[in-house]
């Protein structure tokens, strides 16, 4: 088969291939005018930035610059940073413009790419995002590419976790912002909680670039952006609680390391029920009584937290804080914290300070986030495995960039044992003989436990030069990774995504050069500078004579994706280099997705001690091991969309509603629209259609009208008039709730009363969400439950989350009206005394609606004590029905 796709590919250009092909016609015109561009001023090639802006705002499209403005950027580069773009890049670039991924290489030079696509799109002056994985590489990349940007007269924001809301107002107003994932989400949601237009920092989705878009769009689209605010404390319960999860045995609960979850057997239930009613924590007998579903939930968690949460892999214990680790990076993330509990429960486990739940104010996940921009693009070394999924979600095309040079690393077969500690043996033994011929090593683990087991027997083994990276500061982080190919470095690293930056052979030049000079106080001193880069250079051609950089896994991950990204640390740029990869039948993927019966077919084999084996039935295994786990992440991240999808098309709903409510200057409308919507509601609660007078719950109505709208109006008194109807009883219940209000206008005037309306509706509908997404998250975990009833829980979800939104819209009126007719005004006269005599006036004037005013011939039936019909507030008899 691989023979026939490789005689096949000789005659038939591949998909990509005639993808790349198709900007050939594009790469030439850019490279065309790069003799013209050259030898014009600074000043002239700044001016350029304004004749585009003036030709988009003439007709163009940014589509119609592509080509003079990629050869723009590519000029400023060279001047302002010394770095002309090549082909490849121009090509890359083209591909993010159109909205696409661009999968290149690592040390092809993603960041100097996103220069071109950046600069065209920000020429329409809507604002570009550049979005990265962490506030290290957001800060270095603005830093370093605004020099560019500032040379074509473009400004350059950067939004990091400390800078407050001016801060970040300015940033987003900036032609190009940079920033992470967590802080661009995290604004967004901060906007749709902000009570004023003005206050909100960020001006629109136009256009994002995400680096490491695979990180991002895919490792972390199951982990939805939250904003919390505390609830109740409850440490002592949860401290309790741990206290039983010991007392179990293994036999008490059963662990399903592929799902990651653990649930009791019966003995286990029947043990820890015992344990709960013993001290006093269920409110019935049964463990599972609907009484006692929280502290099931808090059980569960516990449970977890000691069975299925490993310290120094999940998460760590720093500073009296559990501190959760990512999965893909072996980073720490500081600020996150597992949600519905399971976060307190490993607190109580660690023996840490406890800190108080949290309750949503409001999320989002990246998936719907990223999804609003009107055009999104993002760059990678590594998205072709996932393809699909970026296309189906995302609508984002994959698209394989040519390397700049020839690929010269030797990719070596998977080395594989039985045990772990032969395979240790065997990587100490290999790091060893590359040491001694001076060539440098980086090895991946997956966890920060599994590096630090590492480096204690590498140290022990006498292994030289050892750095081990995981879960530090950036800056440092940057620096480990920028020298680690200097030759006879050792490198323990704990997965390698989104490090943003490369390993060169020799160590990074200008990170040595900054460091040295400033700590040597030798700043702007050329002879030292001089003898630093002779000396990198040396370092260099060393490395590369010992076969550049070797990398060497520890076993393979749950994703190819991941394995290609450590695998393609090395052999950037034509540089030579080697990758392996060691595993054993005791790694985890082996031992949870492997077969079972592979042991003993390589005993069967003869495989000895300390001899591995490459056989391609086991390759073939670890493949369709990693297919199971990368098929099953898919369809959980699709689940997740699904059903957020469902949640995201409300938020937006509401989100535009608090726009529409804090643009607007004079709410009079919508709140009268939403006070007599409130009162058609209450009529039809209280009167049944096509009904008679007799069938009408009166008492019901009159209570209503009272406490919704604070009228104590003479319903009962109308609803025994000869003719009358639901709809004039309609009509006079508005008229006279019409009347408080246009009183109330009079007393305290429109602005005073505009900032009222405005901050009650914007206060009522935050808390109506805040209160809807807590019940989306209970329908949510009870909801999979219908699938036992052979109903689809998608739709089951669907048709609920429908009747509560209707349900939050309906309470929105009812409240927002309530509280609106309730209000007392901070002056001697109440809203109630107005309300008082707007009765008094209403009711006048429905008891002499039926008389002419300007004909006194028809007042002659009017009852001596009723209000005169002239209007006077007087009654008939002291007025025109006076005895003279």
Request: proline letters at 2%; hydrophobic letters at 35%.
């Amino acid at each position: 088969m691989a023979l026939l796709r490789r005689i096949t590919s000789r005659f038939f250009r591949s998909r990509n291939d005639r993808k790349i092909k198709k900007y050939q016609p594009y790469l030439h015109s850019i490279n065309a005018l790069e003799a013209e561009i050259e030898i014009i001023s600074d000043d002239e090639l700044k001016a350029k930035t304004d004749q585009f802006r003036t030709d988009i705002k003439l007709g163009k499209s940014v589509d119609d610059l592509l080509i003079p403005a990629f050869a723009v950027v590519r000029e400023a580069s060279k001047r302002a940073l010394g770095m002309r773009h090549f082909d490849v890049q121009l090509i890359g670039g083209m591909i993010l413009h159109e909205g696409n991924i661009s999968e290149m290489r690592t040390g092809e030079g993603k960041t100097l790419v996103a220069t071109l696509p950046v600069y065209l799109n920000a020429l329409s002056g809507k604002g570009v995002h550049v979005v990265t994985v962490n506030d290290y590489l957001a800060k270095r990349d603005s830093e370093w590419m605004k020099k560019v940007y500032s040379f074509l007269g473009m400004t350059t924001g950067v939004i990091i976790n400390e800078l407050d809301d001016d801060e970040r107002k300015k940033a987003y107003n900036c032609d190009i912002t940079y920033g992470t994932n967590n802080e661009f989400g995290f604004d967004y949601l901060r906007d749709n909680m902000k009570f004023d237009i003005e206050s909100m920092v960020q001006r629109g989705h136009h256009y994002a670039i995400i680096d490491e878009v695979d990180s991002i769009l895919i490792d972390e689209a199951r982990t939805p952006l939250i904003i919390s605010g505390p609830v109740d404390d409850k440490s002592d319960l949860y401290t309790t609680i741990d206290q039983f999860i010991p007392r179990l045995d293994c036999e008490d609960y059963i662990i399903d390391e592929k799902e990651r979850s653990v649930i009791f057997t019966e003995d286990g239930s029947e043990k820890i029920e015992k344990m709960l009613g013993d001290a006093g924590l269920l409110n019935e007998n049964s463990l599972y009584d609907i009484d006692n579903i929280a502290i099931v939930h808090h059980v569960n968690n516990a449970l977890k937290a000691h069975t299925i949460f490993a310290r120094d892999k999940d998460y760590i214990v720093r500073n009296n804080e559990v501190v959760i680790i990512d999965e893909f990076t072996g980073r720490m993330t500081p600020g996150r914290r597992y949600s519905d509990g399971q976060h307190q429960a490993l607190e109580a486990k660690e023996k840490v300070n406890i800190q108080p739940e949290n309750k949503t104010l409001a999320s989002v996940t990246f998936q719907n986030y990223f999804r609003m921009y009107n055009k999104l693009a993002g760059m990678t070394g590594t998205a072709m495995t996932e393809s699909d999924e970026f296309f189906d979600i995302y609508k984002l095309n994959v698209v394989e960039v040519p390397t700049n040079k020839p690929v010269a690393r030797i990719d070596n077969d998977d080395q594989i044992y039985i045990t772990s500690k032969e395979k240790h043996r065997a990587i100490i033994k290999i790091v060893k003989q590359c040491q001694e011929r001076g060539q440098p090593v980086l090895v991946g683990t997956t966890s920060i436990e599994k590096s630090e087991r590492l480096s204690d027997l590498m140290e022990t083994a006498g292994v030289k030069n050892l750095k081990v990276l995981n879960a530090l500061y950036h800056e440092q982080e940057a620096y480990i990774i920028g020298q680690a190919g200097i030759p006879g470095a050792v490198t323990i690293a704990t997965n390698m995504a989104g490090r943003g930056t490369d390993i060169q052979l020799g160590g990074n030049l200008d990170m040595r050069i900054e460091r040295e000079l400033e700590s040597q106080s030798k700043k702007g001193d050329e002879k030292f500078r001089r003898k630093i880069t002779e000396e990198v250079s040396s370092l260099k051609e060393k490395a590369i004579s010992a076969g550049g950089l070797f990398v060497l896994a520890t076993e393979r991950h749950e994703s190819r994706r991941i394995d290609n990204q450590l695998r393609g640390r090395s052999g950037r740029q034509g540089d030579p280099g080697n990758s392996i990869f060691f595993l054993s039948l005791e790694d985890d993927l082996m031992r949870i997705f492997g077969s079972h019966r592979m042991d003993s077919m390589l005993i069967k084999l003869g495989l000895k001690e300390d001899e591995a084996i490459t056989h391609p039935w086991i390759s073939k295994a670890l493949e369709k091991a990693q297919q199971k786990v990368e098929t099953h992440n898919l369809d959980t991240r699709k689940n997740l969309l699904k059903f957020d999808d469902v949640m995201n098309e409300q938020r937006k709903v509401i989100f535009e509603q608090r726009i529409d409510i804090m643009s607007s200057d004079n709410l009079s409308e919508y709140i009268k629209d939403m006070r007599e919507d409130t009162i058609e509601e209450l009529i039809n609660s209280a009167v049944p259609e096509k009904s008679y007078s007799d069938q009408w719950s009166i008492e019901k109505l009159k209570d209503s009208v009272q406490h919704y709208l604070n009228l104590d109006l003479p319903i009962k008194d109308w609803a025994n008039e000869d003719g009358i109807d639901e709809q004039r009883i309609l009509e006079r219940i508005i008229n006279a709730a019409n009347e408080i209000n246009k009183k109330r206008y009079q007393m305290v005037g429109k602005e005073i009363l505009a900032h009222i309306e405005k901050s009650v509706l914007l206060q009522t509908l935050d808390d109506l969400w805040r209160e809807h997404l807590e019940n989306l998250e209970h329908l949510r975990f009870v909801i999979g439950l219908r699938g036992y009833g052979q109903r689809d829980p998608l739709n089951e979800y669907k048709s609920e989350a429908f009747q509560l939104f209707n349900s939050l819209l309906s309470d929105l009126r009812r409240i927002v009206t309530s509280k609106m007719m309730n209000l007392e005004m901070f002056q001697k006269t109440t809203i109630k005394d107005v309300y008082r005599k707007a009765i008094i006036t209403n009711k006048k004037r429905q008891e002499t609606e039926k008389y002419k005013m300007n004909d006194s011939k028809d007042w002659h039936s009017v009852g001596r004590n009723q209000p005169c019909p002239c209007g006077t507030g007087l009654k008939y008899k002291h007025c025109h029905g006076k005895i003279k």
